[in-house]
């Protein structure tokens, strides 16, 4: 069902978005962890938003280091604190290649 008003939607929403997206294999149990953090926040008187914040940002971080592992290590390594304009070149290209890498992963 598309469109509507009020909870409902919010719920089909939810349901949606946990299964827009193949998540890796290690990845599998935090995004199991946020869908069930979602349905109970339906329950509950926070927003989802705010209630699974942590699983959120953690599921990210995972599939993100699934999908580019040499990538993300290269920015946690690089661009962690502030340094030199060299250190802060090689950040911005770690970023750079995060990002490509990322992109390389998108489905059509």
């Known amino acids: ?6 909870g409902r939607g919010e719920h089909e929403s939810d349901r ?7 998540v890796p294999g290690p990845c599998a149990s935090t995004h199991r962890a946020l869908a069930e953090c ?5 329950r509950g008187p926070l927003r989802p938003e705010v209630l699974c914040r942590h ?12 999908c580019c592992p040499d ?6 390594t690089l661009c962690g604190s502030a340094g030199t304009a060299l250190k802060r070149e090689q950040c911005q290209r770690a970023r750079i290649d995060l990002a490509l890498c990322l992109e390389a992963h998108q489905e059509p």
Not at 16 to 22: C, R, V
Not at 38 to 42: E, K, L, N, P, W
């Open 1 to 6: 069902m598309t469109g509507g008003s009020g």
């Open 16 to 22: 949606d978005a946990s299964t827009a997206l193949p």
């Open 38 to 42: 979602h349905r109970r926040a339906a």
């Open 55 to 66: 699983l959120n940002r953690a599921l990210a971080e995972c599939v993100v280091t699934a």
């Open 71 to 76: 990538e993300t290590d290269a920015v946690r």
